[in-house]
């Protein structure tokens, strides 16, 4: 089988311009974003993560007294549990 040749097919075709002087055109509006408000959420969220995590622990000393209370037996008593019952009933809404 022979295959001959119906048009010249010369991939580069002296003569002709691509049309570019070789200058990028400059576009007359300027570059913009547009984030969705759940992207921005996330952000926030990651940040204040971010922000959390690289926090100092603070209470360190509190958190150490109230684990010395809640240790002693003598500490917990009818009033402290009361107290604390009626803390998380408040805190329900009941």
């Known amino acids: ?3 001959n040749r119906v048009n010249n097919l010369e991939p580069l075709q002296p003569g ?6 070789g200058q990028a055109e400059k576009s007359k509006e300027a570059d913009s974003i547009s984030l969705s ?4 959420e996330k952000a ?3 940040r204040a993560m ?6 100092e622990d603070v209470r360190a000393e509190r958190i150490a007294e109230l684990k010395a209370k809640i240790n002693d037996p003598s500490y917990i008593n009818e009033t402290i549990i ?3 019952a009626d803390k998380i009933m ?4 009941l």
């Not at 408040?90 to 809404?93: C, E, I, V």
Request: no cysteine.
């Open 1 to 3: 089988m022979m295959i």
């Open 16 to 21: 002709k311009k691509s049309g570019r002087n």
């Open 37 to 40: 408000s759940e992207a921005v």
């Open 44 to 46: 926030e969220l990651y």
């Open 50 to 55: 971010d922000l959390a995590s690289a926090a």
């Open 82 to 84: 009361r107290a604390t």
């Open 90 to 93: 408040d805190a329900f809404g």
